[in-house]
């Protein structure tokens, strides 16, 4: 039986600043876009993966600010 191949990757929040580690266990099938969020700020992303993607903050937001991100309708 063959194992799933890892996708990691190492991102920055557009947001907060926050370095993120995220990685999905990659499972037979077509990648399509799943959303992730930023768990700093709450901020969505998104990767091009066949797994669900999970996500480990490497360094921690670095924009001085305390709030979450919110999307605005402007």
């Known amino acids: 039986m063959n194992q799933p191949e ?12 926050a370095r993120l580690e995220v990685s999905s266990a990659e499972v037979q ?3 399509k876009a799943h959303i992730y969020t930023c768990p700093q700020c709450g901020k969505p992303d998104e990767i091009e993966c066949t ?3 999970h996500v480990r903050v ?3 937001r670095n924009d001085g600010r305390t709030g979450q991100y ?3 309708m402007f």
Do not use: D, M, V, Y
């Open 6 to 17: 890892l996708l990691c990757l190492e991102k920055s929040c557009a947001f907060c600043g």
């Open 29 to 31: 099938g077509k990648p």
């Open 51 to 53: 797994g669900h993607p």
């Open 58 to 60: 490497l360094a921690p």
């Open 70 to 72: 919110q999307e605005t």
